[in-house]
């Protein structure tokens, strides 16, 4: 009998214990799920109150269910004026222990359900990340790759523009040594004049030098 009422108390104690902790878990799954839907934090994935919270229930209700057992058991033994009381008893229990198990696990599932949503949203920004990482270093790569071609256009057409000032400078050069040769072709005229000038001055002074040795010569005869 002190077994039966020993086992009576603890399991009064669980209910208590019991109903406060589900009553707590059920608060906190709606703010878990509040804080998934704002929160890109995710406090979700490492709750550790709503870990530790829920191994509690999960252990409470483990130990009334081998309460009942032991109650169960202590019924078998009792006179049969207080086995009905018991009974009555044990099966309370028994329905206590269904509910409270039935509407935690349904809190624990929707609570893993949320987290699972959670894993499946940050997978899913995780790879959009990746993927933006990737365009942008894509789109990198080919700014890269215009602005070489850029700087390849760019040398080229310097060195037109280069090659232009040299053909400009060769074509001055030419043309200064064009008029050079020029201003000699219309000198040389002038040189011929005076050529011819001093041919015939010396054909005038041969032919007087002529008649005056002729004329000493016919005199001498003469004389």
């Not at 589900?22 to 406090?43: H, T």
Request: aromatic share 6%; hydrophobic share 35%; net charge negative.
């Amino acid at each position: 009998m002190a077994q039966w009422g020993e086992l009576h108390r603890t399991a009064k104690s669980l209910e208590s214990r019991l109903e406060t902790k589900i009553q707590r878990y059920a608060s906190l799954a709606q703010k878990i799920s509040a804080d998934f839907l704002c929160d890109e934090e995710n406090p979700l994935l490492e709750n550790k109150e709503e870990q530790e919270l829920s191994s509690d229930i999960e252990n409470d209700l483990n130990e009334l269910s081998n309460c009942i057992d032991g109650m169960r058991h202590c019924n078998q033994l009792t006179s049969s004026s207080l086995a009905h009381h018991q009974d009555m008893l044990i099966k309370r229990y028994q329905e206590i222990h269904f509910d409270y198990s039935a509407e935690f696990k349904a809190t624990l599932t929707a609570v893993n359900r949320k987290r699972e949503s959670m894993e499946l949203f940050q997978s899913s920004k995780k790879l959009h990340a990746e993927q933006h990482d990737s365009s942008v270093a894509k789109l990198l790569r080919e700014r890269s790759s215009i602005a070489a071609s850029l700087k390849s256009v760019n040398d080229i057409i310097s060195e037109a523009f280069d090659t232009r000032s040299s053909l400009a400078s060769q074509r001055s050069s030419l043309s200064g040594a064009s008029g050079n040769l020029s201003g000699l072709s219309a000198k040389v005229p002038t040189f011929d004049s005076l050529i011819d000038g001093i041919q015939r001055k010396k054909y005038r002074e041969s032919l007087i030098i002529g008649l005056v040795v002729a004329l000493i010569l016919c005199f001498s005869v003469w004389w």
